[in-house]
């Protein structure tokens, strides 16, 4: 039998040591998703016990080319804390990670509670605000190699994020020119149309899949829609910026 709790202490550890861990499916080949997600939720747990807060969550492999980048074609989600959170115009330590990656996203700031199966129009209709984001993904396994159940589990990769400035709500994130610079290089160029047609369906699919765990999307919380592009991977000294069409841009550094 899954020993959640042992597993969500092998993934939380990992992440606060930065240190590489081997697939929990090398060890355990049926896990489940919905023990992976039973992990996740502990690994968070231990987390929020030592503090930490829930401030939204994150949708995962939401496009193409985040898909094909690392060969799991299905939707992931996790949660994001207040910890993960990174200033605009702030810095992160390269140091606390393995092997990060910055990938440009939509983010959504909800008005009201969300639940259930809902459209993507009723969906947009809890947000209060849009921004540009960057999230930055640090998978806890070797080599950046996963499954879908590995990475459910490892809060699906997520490990910082920063947020632009918000947006009023009304603004048509549909398809919307995002450029990822990396020093003031243009290293992924892409669309938010790129995320499931639409980030609003992203939305509404968050709602829906938070609905299988007896969630909802809260109020006040910051949804990520996924990343519209691959990732770019992140060493000291660099400087990130994503600049999306309409809603502005979001930027931090990297130290050593
Ligand atoms: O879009 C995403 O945030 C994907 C997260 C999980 C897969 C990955 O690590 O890229
Ligand atoms: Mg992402």
């Given at each position: 039998?899954?020993?959640?709790?042992?597993?969500?202490?092998?993934?939380d550890?990992?992440?606060?040591?930065a240190?590489?861990?081997a697939q929990?499916?090398?060890?355990?080949?049926?896990?489940?998703?919905?023990?992976?997600?039973?992990?996740?939720?502990?690994s968070i747990a231990r987390?929020l016990?030592?503090?930490?807060?829930?401030v939204?969550?994150k949708?995962g492999?939401?496009?193409?080319?985040?898909?094909?980048?690392?060969?799991?074609?299905?939707?992931v989600?996790?949660?994001?804390?207040?910890?993960m959170?990174?200033?605009?115009?702030?810095?992160?330590?390269?140091a606390?990670f393995?092997h990060p990656?910055?990938?440009?996203?939509?983010?959504?700031?909800?008005?009201?509670?969300?639940e259930?199966?809902?459209?993507?129009?009723?969906?947009?209709?809890?947000v209060?605000?849009v921004?540009?984001?960057i999230?930055?993904?640090?998978?806890?396994?070797?080599?950046?190699k996963?499954?879908f159940?590995?990475?459910v589990?490892?809060?699906s990769s997520?490990?910082?994020?920063a947020?632009g400035?918000?947006?009023s709500p009304?603004?048509?994130v549909?398809?919307?020119?995002?450029?990822?610079?990396?020093?003031?290089?243009?290293?992924q160029?892409?669309?938010?149309?790129?995320?499931l047609?639409?980030?609003?369906?992203?939305?509404?699919?968050?709602?829906?899949?938070?609905?299988?765990e007896?969630?909802?999307?809260?109020?006040?919380?910051?949804?990520?829609?996924?990343?519209?592009?691959a990732?770019e991977p992140?060493s000291?000294?660099?400087h990130v910026r994503?600049?999306?069409?309409?809603?502005?841009?979001v930027?931090f550094?990297?130290?050593?």
């Open positions: 039998m899954t020993d959640i709790a042992k597993l969500a202490e092998t993934v550890e990992a992440a606060q040591s240190t590489a861990i929990l499916t090398f060890a355990d080949p049926d896990l489940s998703g919905t023990a992976a997600y039973a992990i996740q939720r502990a987390r016990g030592r503090g930490e807060r829930l939204g969550m949708m492999l939401t496009s193409r080319a985040k898909m094909a980048q690392v060969g799991v074609d299905e939707m989600w996790g949660r994001l804390t207040d910890k959170r990174i200033e605009d115009g702030g810095a992160i330590s390269r606390k393995i990656r910055a990938e440009p996203e939509i983010a959504f700031l909800m008005g009201r509670r969300l259930g199966a809902v459209s993507p129009a009723e969906a947009m209709a809890a209060e605000a921004a540009a984001a999230e930055v993904i640090d998978s806890r396994y070797e080599n950046f996963f499954t159940p590995d990475v589990a490892d809060n997520s490990s910082a994020f947020v400035p918000w947006a009304y603004t048509d549909g398809n919307l020119g995002m450029v990822m610079e990396i020093d003031g290089r243009a290293k160029i892409g669309s938010s149309a790129a995320i047609g639409h980030p609003a369906r992203s939305l509404a699919a968050a709602a829906r899949l938070l609905a299988e007896g969630m909802a999307l809260e109020e006040g919380w910051i949804v990520l829609a996924g990343g519209a592009t990732a992140l000291p000294g660099m994503l600049v999306a069409q309409g809603l502005g841009q930027a550094s990297v130290g050593a």
